[in-house]
C-alpha cells in the first residue's frame, strides 16, 4: 500500500516562510503528478501547486510568485515553498500523487494533511 507523509505545517506570522514536504513510500513504480491543495474553513478544496513528472509546474493566482513547488524523483518526495504568507493562506494542505504501482495500475493518493496557520 502506497502512504504519503507530509510535514512542515505550523505556525507563523505574516509575511513569513515554511516548506511543506510530502514523502510517498510503498509499493511505488512510477510517480506522475503531483499536487498541493488546499481547505480553510468555509471554503472548497482548491489545487494551489502542481508538477508533472517531468517538473512542468502550474500555480492558483492567488500564491503566484509566492510559492514553489518543487520533487525529488530520487526520494519521492514533493515540496511546497512558502513565501510571503498571508493570513488567507491559512488552511489545510494536502499532498496528492498520481502512482503507478505496477506498469498497469495507477491510482490517485492523498495524505492526511498538514495545519498551516498564518496570523496577522
Known amino acids: 500500500q502506497v502512504q504519503l507523509v507530509e510535514s512542515g505545517g505550523g505556525l507563523v506570522q505574516a509575511g513569513g516562510s515554511l516548506r511543506l514536504s510530502c514523502a510517498a513510500s510503498g509499493r511505488i513504480f512510477s510517480i506522475n503528478h503531483m499536487g498541493w491543495y488546499r481547505q480553510a474553513p468555509e471554503k472548497q478544496r482548491e489545487l494551489v501547486a502542481g508538477?508533472?513528472?517531468?517538473?512542468?509546474?502550474n500555480y492558483a493566482d492567488s500564491v503566484k510568485g509566492r510559492f514553489t513547488i518543487s520533487r525529488d524523483n530520487a526520494k519521492n518526495t514533493v515540496y511546497l515553498q512558502m513565501n510571503s504568507l498571508k493570513p488567507e493562506d491559512t488552511a489545510i494542505y494536502y499532498c496528492?500523487?498520481?502512482?503507478?504501482?505496477?506498469?498497469?495500475?495507477?491510482?490517485?493518493?492523498w495524505g492526511q494533511g498538514t495545519q498551516v496557520t498564518v496570523s496577522s
Open positions: 496528492n500523487a498520481d502512482i503507478r504501482s505496477s506498469f498497469n495500475v495507477h491510482r490517485d493518493y
Open positions: 508538477i508533472t513528472g517531468d517538473s512542468s509546474t
